[in-house]
C-alpha cells in the first residue's frame, strides 16, 4: 500500500516537473531498494499479526472478554494519566532547560534523557530501590501512609519514568525553535507574560508539543518491563494492555493475537488522529 | 513509465522474496542447523573416543560411578527448560560439557507454558523439559515433540516470606486480610499447583472452608513464571508467595524463609522430558537425556532439592550396563 503510493506520487511528481528528478534514473532505482526492504521488514510482522488473528476466527469474541476490556481500560486510564502529570510538571522543565542559564544545565539535561536509554526492566529495578517497601524511601512513604505497591499508582508511576524524555525533549526543542524577539515585540506591545506565553509562544511551538504529547503517550501505552517489575500483574487493577498480551502468550495465543490487535488499533487511530491534527488543523 | 514498470516489478519480486523467506524460516534453519553439527561429530568423536579410552581420566566431583558409557556428542545442544530447572540445568549442563569436549550446552528458560508456545511457533530446540505434564502433553498435542516423554524429577511447594516477616510465619497467615500475596498465573506451572494447594488447604478442616478464597483474596499479581515470583518477596514487595521448594536457592535463600506445607495438603509435581520433533542435534539430546535420569543427573537433581526416586531415575547400577551395552 504504502509503497505502491510512494511510487504513484513519484510518478505523479516526474509528469509535472521532469526537470527536478534525479540525473540519473536508476540512483532513484538504488533509492527504492532499501526503502521497500524497509517498509516490508515493518510491514509483514504487522500484517501476519492481523492475518493470523483473523484466522483464529475468534476475534471479536476474544474482544468482548472481561480480561480484554480491563485491560483496555487500564491502559487508556494509566496512559492518559501519565500524559497529563507529564505536560503539567514537564513543561515548566523543559522551559528551564530551554531557556535557563544555570550550573548543572547539561547534566540536567542528560538526566532527563536519562529513562529513554535504560532498559525499561532497568527502570523497574531503580523505582523498586527507591519507593518499594524496602526501597530508599520506602519507611518514609509508608510513615506517609503512602503504599503504591501493587496499585495502578504504581503503573503510572512506571510510565511517567520511562515517557517523559519524549515530552520533554520535544517540549524543549519546542521553546528553543520559538524566537524570543518575537516574545519581546509582543511585550512591547503591552502584553503580559503570561498572555505572551499563550498567545505567541504557545501556538508556535505547538506542533513539537502535539508530537512530543503524541510520543510520550505511545511509550506509555507500550510500556511493560518496568510495569511489570514495578507494579505487577492483576487483572482489573495493574494489568494493562502490554502485560495482558505477556499473560495471554502462557496459555493462549488466540487470546494474545486478538488483544495485540486491539492495541495495534487503537494505536493507529490515535497516530492517524494526531497527524491529521497537526497537518490540517490550525496548528500549523 | 518504463521504469516505473521496472520499478514495480521489483517491488513483486521482493515481496515473493519476503514471503518466501518467511515461510520456510523455521525449515531452513533448521536444516543448517543439522548440517554443522553431525559434520563436527564425526570429526572430533575419534579424539574424544581415544580420550576416553585413556585409563584413570580424572573425574570431577562425582566418586566412584560407572565409567562413562554413554558415545560422547558434540555440536550445540539446546535446551527448553521450565524457569524452576534453571539453577540445577545449569550444574548439569557444566557437568555434561566437562564429559563431553566439543559440546555446547545452551538453556532457553522460562514458564512452561511459554516455552510450548515458543516450541509450538517452530523454535530449534533439542530438548523440552517441563515443569508438569500438563504442557508437556499441550507440547505434544502441538506436535512440537518425538518419542516418548519421560520422568526425571519431583518436586512440592512451600510457602516463602522475607526473612523475618512477622506478618507471614505459618501456612494460617496467609488467610491474614491485607497480606500482600503474589503468585504465578494460573497458566503457568506453579501457579496452577499453588491454587491446587489452596484447595486442598481448604478441604483440610485445620484450614476450614472458604480458606482458599480468603487467600486469593489477598493476590495482588500474577507473576510470569517463578523466578520472577521469589523475586517479588525478596524485594520485600510481596509478603508472601507459594514456590516450589527448590526455588529456595542461592542469594534467595538468604533473603526469605521457607514455610513447609504439610504433605497431606502439598501437591507433588513431576518434571518430564522429551525430545523436540525435528531437534537439530538429535543424538546429543538423546544423551542429555539419558543423562538427567542416570545416576549422575539424578544426584544432581537431589542435591538442588528436587525429589528423585525409581520412578525418575534408571538406578545407578542398571544404567551403567545398560548404557554401555548401548554406547557399544
Known amino acids: 500500500m504504502i509503497a505502491s503510493d510512494a511510487l504513484a506520487t513519484r510518478e505523479a511528481a516526474e509528469q509535472r516537473s521532469p526537470g527536478r528528478t534525479l540525473p540519473w534514473p536508476r540512483a532513484r532505482l538504488l533509492l527504492a531498494l532499501p526503502a521497500v526492504f524497509f517498509v516490508l521488514f515493518i510491514a509483514v510482522p504487522v500484517g501476519a499479526l492481523v492475518v493470523r488473528a483473523a484466522q483464529s476466527g475468534q476475534l471479536l469474541a476474544t474482544v468482548g472478554q472481561p480480561v480484554v476490556r480491563d485491560a483496555l481500560r487500564i491502559s487508556l486510564t494509566t496512559s492518559l494519566a501519565t500524559v497529563a502529570i507529564v505536560v503539567l510538571l514537564g513543561t515548566p522543565l523543559a522551559w528551564l532547560l530551554a531557556r535557563g542559564r544555570f550550573p548543572g544545565r547539561g547534566l540536567l539535561d542528560t538526566l532527563v534523557d536519562l529513562p529513554m536509554v535504560l532498559p525499561p526492566v532497568v527502570a523497574g529495578v531503580a523505582l523498586l530501590m527507591a519507593f518499594g517497601r524496602r526501597g530508599v524511601l520506602g519507611d518514609a512513604l509508608a510513615g506517609a501512609g503512602i503504599d503504591v505497591a501493587f496499585t495502578a499508582k504504581a503503573v503510572v508511576a512506571a510510565q511517567i519514568f520511562v515517557s517523559s524524555p519524549f515530552y520533554i525533549r520535544a517540549a524543549r526543542l519546542g521553546f528553543q525553535g520559538v524566537d524570543p524577539a518575537m516574545e519581546e515585540a509582543a511585550a512591547i506591545d503591552g502584553a503580559g507574560g503570561l498572555r505572551t506565553f499563550f498567545s505567541v509562544t504557545l501556538p508556535l511551538m505547538l506542533p513539537s508539543l502535539v508530537s512530543g504529547l503524541v510520543l510520550c503517550w505511545a511509550r506509555a501505552l507500550s510500556e511493560f518491563g518496568a510495569t511489570m517489575m514495578f507494579a505487577g500483574n492483576l487483572q482489573g487493577t495493574t494489568q494493562t494492555m502490554s502485560l495482558a498480551v505477556m499473560t495471554a502468550m502462557q496459555s493462549s495465543l488466540t487470546t494474545a493475537l486478538a488483544m495485540s490487535v486491539v492495541l495495534l488499533i487503537v494505536a493507529a487511530v490515535v497516530l492517524f488522529v494526531f497527524r491529521t491534527l497537526t497537518r490540517q488543523g490550525p496548528l500549523v | 513509465m518504463l521504469l516505473s514498470r521496472r520499478a514495480s516489478a521489483l517491488l513483486l519480486l521482493l515481496a515473493a522474496l519476503a514471503v518466501a523467506c518467511g515461510s520456510s524460516g523455521n525449515k531452513g534453519s533448521a536444516s543448517t542447523n543439522v548440517a554443522p553439527p553431525s559434520a563436527v561429530t564425526n570429526a572430533t568423536s575419534a579424539a574424544a573416543r581415544s580420550a576416553l579410552a585413556t585409563p584413570s581420566q580424572p573425574v570431577a566431583g562425582t566418586p566412584a560411578r560407572p565409567t562413562p558409557a554413554a558415545a560422547p556428542v558434540s555440536g550445540t545442544l539446546l535446551v527448553f527448560a521450565g524457569s524452576s530447572l534453571t539453577t540445577v540445568f545449569n550444574q548439569i549442563g557444566a557437568d555434561m560439557q566437562k564429559a563431553n569436549p566439543g559440546l555446547t550446552v545452551k538453556f532457553n528458560y522460562g514458564s512452561s507454558a511459554a516455552l510450548r508456545t515458543q516450541l509450538a511457533q517452530g523454535a530449534p530446540a533439542d530438548v523440552f523439559a517441563s515443569a508438569d505434564q ?58 496452577n499447583f499453588a491454587r491446587q494447594v489452596l484447595g486442598k488447604l481448604a478441604a483440610d478442616p485445620v484450614y476450614g472452608a472458604g480458606f482458599d478464597q480468603k487467600v486469593l483474596a489477598n493476590l495482588k499479581s500474577n507473576e510470569t513464571d517463578d523466578a520472577a515470583t521469589v523475586a517479588t518477596v525478596q524485594t520485600g514487595q510481596a509478603d508472601a508467595a507459594i514456590v516450589f521448594s527448590t526455588d529456595v536457592t542461592g542469594q534467595a535463600a538468604q533473603a526469605l524463609s521457607s514455610i513447609p506445607i504439610p504433605d497431606q495438603d502439598n501437591v507433588i509435581t513431576t518434571y518430564p522430558i522429551a525430545l523436540v520433533k525435528n531437534a537439530p542435534n538429535r543424538a546429543a539430546a538423546q544423551a542429555f537425556i539419558a543423562y538427567v535420569r542416570g545416576p549422575q543427573g539424578q544426584a544432581t537433581l537431589k542435591q538442588f532439592g528436587f525429589i528423585v526416586d525409581s520412578s525418575t531415575g534408571t538406578s545407578a547400577a542398571m544404567s551403567g550396563a545398560e548404557q554401555r551395552r548401548t554406547a557399544e
Open chain 2, 134 to 191: 500438563q504442557n508437556m502433553d499441550g507440547a505434544r498435542q502441538d506436535g512440537s515433540i518425538d518419542g516418548p516423554d519421560l520422568l526425571f524429577a519431583k518436586n512440592k511447594l512451600i510457602v516463602i516470606a522475607p526473612k523475618g516477616s512477622t506478618k507471614v510465619q505459618s501456612v494460617q497467615d496467609l488467610a491474614k486480610p491485607g497480606l500482600n500475596l503474589v503468585l504465578a498465573d494460573p497458566s503457568v506451572p506453579v501457579g
